[in-house]
């Protein structure tokens, strides 16, 4: 199975800073990984597809980048509305295998 | 517009099953897979596999192998998922989600299942 790691697990901010989460498979996955946005009791939202085709409706302050074993999702400056969790998920392969979330909480 | 709507919360003792449905609408049923998905409490996303309508195939975690099945019902647009042998650890919200080309874009709204005695 491949694994994903997502780092960091949580971090602190305030509004308009700019946020980078990072992801590493543990093989080449090519551009097959999604971001989510999780806010409880909601269901996740789709952010991100192809490692940077962004998902129908959402800010273009999202975005992603990278290719193969390492990803990036930025947020380019944080909204009140974006404290919540993220999570990547690779889509090359079944099993799907997600990261372990990034929580973003209030600084 | 898109729309996964499923079941509703649901309460079970060890040991029992429960099925899960997830109602489509808004594209053409046979040409996305699903994927079921749960969140355990203060835990992170586990996908537990997916099924393609449009020929039945299913593909499931290999730790869950044994308990959980996938079906579809095409006159509805229906596809469902049953986990047998509950556990208390099986206490989770379960979320379908269209799966199409590395594309996991529509999700359905939750279903609490709490398993407990």
């Known amino acids: 199975d491949i694994q994903m790691t997502q780092s960091p697990s949580s971090l602190s901010a305030s509004v308009g800073d700019r946020v980078t989460i990072t992801c590493r498979a543990s093989q080449n996955i090519g551009a097959y990984l999604n971001w989510f946005q999780l806010n409880p009791g909601k269901a996740p939202k789709a952010l991100i597809y192809a490692a940077s085709t962004l998902q129908s409706g959402v800010p273009s302050r999202f975005s992603g980048s990278g290719s193969g074993t390492d990803f990036t999702l930025t947020i380019s400056s944080l909204q009140p509305e974006d404290f919540a969790t993220y999570y990547c998920l690779q889509t090359y392969s079944t099993p799907r295998t997600f990261g372990g979330g990034t929580k973003v909480e209030i600084k | 517009q898109v729309q996964l709507v499923q079941s509703g919360a649901e309460v079970k003792e060890p040991g029992a099953s429960v099925k899960v449905s997830c109602k489509t609408s808004?594209?053409?049923?046979?040409?996305?897979?699903l994927s079921w998905v749960r969140q355990a409490p203060g835990q992170g996303l586990e996908w537990m596999g997916w099924?393609?309508?449009?020929?039945?195939?299913?593909k499931s975690a290999q730790r869950l192998q044994g308990r959980v099945t996938m079906t579809t019902d095409t006159s509805t647009s229906t596809v469902y998922m049953e986990l047998r042998s509950l556990r208390s650890d099986d206490t989770a919200v379960y979320f379908c989600?269209?799966?199409?080309?590395?594309?996991?874009?529509?999700w359905g709204q939750g279903t609490l299942v709490t398993v407990s005695s």
């Open positions: 099924i393609n309508p449009s020929d039945g195939h299913i």
């Open positions: 808004g594209y053409t049923f046979s040409t996305y897979s």
């Open positions: 989600a269209r799966d199409y080309g590395g594309n996991v874009d529509y």
